[in-house]
T-cell receptor
Framework: AQKVTQAQTEISVVEKEDVTLDCVYETRDTTYYLFWYKQPPSGELVFLIRRNSFDEQNEISGRYSWNFQKSTSSFNFTITASQVVDSAVYFCALTQYNNNDMRFGAGTRLTVKP | DAGVIQSPRHEVTEMGQEVTLRCKPISGHDYLFWYRQTMMRGLELLIYFNNNVPIDDSGMPEDRFSAKMPNASFSTLKIQPSEPRDSAVYFC???????????FGSGTRLTVV
């Protein structure tokens, strides 16, 4: 069984604050893939990052960074110096090897106020 | 590339009518997925295709739902007859392989009254 939990339903910050979105996953497989997607108010889903279970290196892309920790089954997403354009719903997702049922978390709605 | 193209963007129909949603994946992507998004259930995988062949349709809610992919550049999701509980946003996505990030279309917002 696989499951993704995003415990934070909604987060509100003021522009330029740093914010971390939590993602905890469950899987019995040793090979799996983790993802983050962004869904802005316009509604489309935008792929942000993929991580496989053998690569625990953290990743930074501009103001975005991701912290993958297998020991705690977490794949957290940090936005540094948040901007109003970061306002969106962010989804964490998991796919197990040989099982292409990508499971999405419930999403975290981030509001960045000016 | 224009990305994944879905049509229509919005559909309002009466209960009992047939609804057909359309999707054009990105050229060269071998995988195509249909998802449904609702407030109650979030994002759910309905069915996915590999090289135009349906691989897993266990997420299709019931026999009223059917999906086809007659060729590499076109897929349809049909609901017949439609019911109010089918109201949702339906997304189509495509991918190079099953473990890559998916590219989603803009979605079709379906309202069944």
């Amino acid at each position: 069984a696989q499951k993704v939990t995003q415990a934070q339903t909604e987060i509100s910050v003021v522009e330029k604050e740093d914010v971390t979105l939590d993602c905890v996953y469950e899987t019995r497989d040793t090979t799996y893939y983790l993802f983050w997607y962004k869904q802005p108010p316009s509604g489309e889903l935008v792929f942000l990052i993929r991580r496989n279970s053998f690569d625990e290196q953290n990743e930074i892309s501009g103001r975005y960074s991701w912290n993958f920790q297998k020991s705690t089954s977490s794949f957290n997403f940090t936005i540094t110096a948040s901007q109003v354009v970061d306002s969106a719903v962010y989804f964490c997702a998991l796919t197990q090897y040989n099982n292409n049922d990508m499971r999405f978390g419930a999403g975290t709605r981030l509001t960045v106020k000016p | 590339d224009a990305g994944v193209i879905q049509s229509p963007r919005h559909e309002v129909t009466e209960m009992g009518q047939e609804v057909t949603l359309r999707c054009k994946p990105i050229s060269g992507h071998d995988y195509l997925f249909w998802y449904r998004q609702t407030m109650m259930r979030g994002l759910e995988l309905l069915i996915y295709f590999n090289n135009n062949v349906p691989i897993d349709d266990s997420g299709m809610p019931e026999d009223r739902f059917s999906a086809k992919m007659p060729n590499a550049s076109f897929s349809t999701l049909k609901i017949q007859p439609s019911e109010p509980r089918d109201s949702a946003v339906y997304f189509c996505a495509s991918s190079l392989d099953e473990y890559y990030g998916y590219t989603f279309g803009s979605g079709t917002r379906l309202t069944v009254v």
